[in-house]
């Protein structure tokens, strides 16, 4: 492969948006071993959220698509490939990238999920206050604290 092929493939697997319209590789080779990477991304976005039970298995498949990803940059930047094997090597990594965009969406909704609920328990929680002030319920606690109640003026 000449020079300037390797960086046109090296530039296109940087591309943010190099995985627009790829596709995810049925199965790649993890740590030697055929991993059904389609499947698995498949069938972790049916479910609305990854079950606790499985999340430490998708971290684990993340952690390793990483590192598979990371070595195939290494040998496509560095190794002695014809062009054909480049262009392979440059798909494979970009299919990658896909799974692992897929993969760290899941976390994400979980977790944008999580903050919504937060935040709407504590909208209720403020509404719940302010009606409890508005219609002179508030507790004795707060009463005559500088809101302009005869408390501490000693009239």
């Not at 698509?65 to 440059?90: F, I, M, P």
């Amino acid at each position: 492969m000449k020079e300037y092929e390797r960086k046109q493939l090296l530039e296109r697997i940087g591309r943010e948006s190099a995985t627009v319209g790829a596709t995810i590789p049925d199965e790649v080779a993890l740590d030697g071993e055929a991993f059904p990477l389609r499947e698995f991304v498949f069938e972790m976005k049916r479910v609305d959220a990854v079950p606790p039970e499985r999340r430490e298995e998708v971290e684990d498949a993340k952690r390793n698509l990483r590192r598979a990803r990371r070595e195939r940059a290494e040998r496509l930047e560095e190794a002695a490939l014809d062009y054909a094997e480049g262009e392979t090597l440059a798909e494979e990594i970009i299919g990658i990238d896909r799974a692992l965009n897929a993969l760290e969406s899941l976390g994400s909704t979980t977790d944008i999920e999580r903050e919504m609920r937060a935040k709407e328990t504590a909208d209720q929680k403020r509404w719940y206050n302010f009606l409890q002030k508005a219609l002179g319920r508030e507790s004795e606690s707060s009463r005559g604290r500088g809101r302009g109640g005869s408390a501490g003026r000693g009239r």
